[in-house]
């Protein structure tokens, strides 16, 4: 009974009805639909699509031209300006590897990161050419070096380049070479992990699923057409969660911002008319922090699309009162950024705000273009009970995971293991199907017999007003095998003592979960801002040999 | 210098990382993240995404256990119920191949498309028992025949079949079996041209244009999460034109009508809180005339999507007049339904209406999940100046493109000529890159050696407040080679003479552009409204014969 009609040799694949899934279908059809529509802000500069686009194509043809091949990597060290947007179009289409670099990270990273990627060419943002001609020292390789100058940098670093990034675009002709995949699976961006546990690995990200994100983004946050997205968050994280290709596609505007202050946020979003922006919770609450202190709210709703951590309540309550609509979404550089989110339910809205933020702090659901986002055991890949309780380990699967890690067949291996994407993030399954992480898988304390959730404890902490960050992490002890130690950065003109900190706990947490001993003062933090948790196990260490 | 790192066997695609691309997805994950939200509105019937998902799994359970297997065909003949809501996910489900066909077909064509798609299984709405029964009678094929009850059926037919929908749902287990897509290159649905010219051809669907369409409308349409959709677009016209995996996509509700009656169209939008709806711009005058005769505007701005043809400019004016916010768009089965689309542009806001409509009117660009829509001489293939006068051909080029046509390997090689899909719609392309169809290739007048477009005069025509449909063809004539001959269905009370609408058209048109002859009566139309221009062809050859 079987039939093979549906796929006779004349029904398959061919130019008319196949073309590799690439995000710089979004530039080439924005760019003939709305040539005229502003692309990019960026202090003076106002730049339409069809200027971005034959920028693009006549870098992607000088880049060619000067020997890049398909496959070598394109290092890029820039933070939020016009040339970070644009290399998210301009190196796929010279057939290069984008890879943005974290420019928080110091010269010895960046210089493994150079080596490890094999970065044939470099394009450095001439306010951090001292930090990248440092790199080059350290570095085996010697990519071409290009300087980019921006008009929005007070003062420049010395040119460390061959050339200028306005020279390579002179070089290109719009209508000259460019090279669209053959394959969806061909890489399109490299992005190194943080490195909070180890060196940093290599995220290799496919064409097929930039373009599946990058669309997903639009379908998550129901993005309406021409949204003015203000770029908050760094362009190197996730390349800037696929939205330079989402913009693209909704032929938005970019708005840049060399540095992501809150002053400066607030007054972009008024000069501009912004309506969308991204970034972790800690910019939710330093905009809002200035908004109030300037007595202001925002002049309309700005949807803000938050991940990094769950928005504490206290944030989320204050940020929604100035005008903020938050959005929580959950992933990691190995999903492309954020594939995960907080879906809201309509009958939500009838609860009261404290209710409302408790749901809105769990991570959720996968993204409508990422298949699955689950709850199993690490090792026997067995779901968990939904009952709010068991923990497992939130994986992924679908077609917004990373084709693996560069050069690295054990990690890759390691983390595709039984066929998800393995996240490290431990989380329990409410009944409602949704996802909320309880704890790092290397975070969880312990202590006598009972699981404490360092995240529980940090949540308490941050309802003081006076703590700008808390972070607890396990101490070692002999009774109980682990107690809960409470590491406290004090808001600017705040103080507080152990016994208050440890009285106000004791009033919203069970007597266990309470920290023993509290300590201020810097919390030591990595290049992308995430709590080095393993620096304050060893200043627990320290201490209790002194 | 070329390298291949970045293709290491260990970056190869794997089930983490790659998913064939279905619309099943979509109802799979609104069943886990919005069980409780309504799927579907039919009559009495609130059916939740959760109860239709298990539904639709008994459904494909129950007929893998009847012997469906792979790829088999799997006829239905229904109106926009639930049920043909529903076999839009259990087909595929079933690993089956979905061929909804017209309802307003006569026996004999009904019977040439089961036997031409060889269906196994035929599913049947009561309302139709009659018809269905009288085309088994001339079919080959032996189907399993399943009568479909309907609650919003007045006076059902007889059962014809061995059994109903439900009794086949109440075979079926909802954890049983189902056949996901291995390639997302598999067939997912069957569609047969409405047979203007010739045999009606079997567009054959891959799950992958499916996926992509489904979102790909959500995209053009700036969809919100849970849109209130109502089903006045037939769902065995493309599928619905994708919207039921798009309705599913976004966790939306399916609001069903049997009939697209102004009255109940009006009624319903009332009744549900419809928010978007689709179809010919017939539906939006019959919708706008209703509610001009009541005296009513719409309760709420209602969106709608409009193809089959342009709207005119007189209807918009009235339908934005009482609450349509419309959206032109552009396609034809092979393409999925509309994947061309007249995207606004923010500036036309400020122009008069009569230009906005006249914009408005246009065919326009690519969707964004569409790689090309473009215009091109028919046989070089070489694009027509942007000049807004040159006439070319409407060719598209991407992923919203059919597999080709079923056992019809030279047809699929003459569509698919030169890497693109003929659309045989002749347009002209403004300078803004917009297309604007002219005509349909054998739809052109030549006279006196000038080109007539018989949409141009159609358009005049229309401004007639008399008159409900216009067809203009060309007839012979000894002196000016052709001449154009309006046929007009006067609208219901109205009267007019064709002394009255020539001196209207040498108003508004070129004197030779202006009919030569006028005749009032009825139109013959295809079963899906297409006008049958041949028969007003032979009606012209008769009259002159006489």
Redesign the interface.
Known sequence: ????????D??????????P?TPI??IE?TA????H?TAIIDGDLRQSWGDTYRRCRKAADALIKR?V????TIAVLCPNTAAAVEVAFSVPLSGG?LNMINTRLDAASLAFILDHG?A?VFMVDQGLSDLAAAALELADVKPLVIDIEDSTLGEPGAAIGSLTYEDLIAEGDACGQRRLPEDE???IALNYTSGTTGNPKGV?YHHR?AYLNG?GE??EW?????PVYLWTLPLFHCNGWCFPWTVA???GTNVCLRAPEAGAILDSIKANNISHMCGAPIILNMVTTEAESRGEKLPWPVKMMTAGAAPPAAVLARSEAIGFDVIHVYGLTEVYGPTGVC????QWNELPADQQAELKSRQG??Y??Q?EMVVLDSDTLQATAMDGQTMGEIM????A????Y??N?EA??KA?AG???HSEDLAVVHPD?YAEIKDRSKDIIISGGENISSIEVEGVLYRLPCVATAAVVAAPDEKWGETPWAFIELAEGQSATCDEVIAFCREHLARFKCPSHVVFGDIPKTSTGKIQKFELRKKIAEQLRD
């Not at 009974?1 to 006779?8: G, L, T, V």
């Not at 003939?32 to 040539?35: E, I, Q, T």
């Not at 879906?343 to 309509?346: E, G, H, I, T």
């Not at 995971?401 to 693996?404: L, R, T, Y």
């Open positions: 009974m079987a039939s093979n009609k549906y796929n006779d004349f029904l398959g694949k061919r130019a008319a009805n196949f073309t899934l279908s979004f059809r003939r639909v709305h040539p529509h020997g091949c398909k496959d070598d590897v094999e044939t699976w061909d890489a290799v699923g669309l639009g379908v129901a993005l309406p057409h021409h596609a909704y032929a879906a809201w339910k309509q659901v996968p409508v273009v298949e992924f699967r679908g077609n995971v990373m084709k693996g560069l050069k067949p890759t291996e595709f066929g998800y994407f199907n």
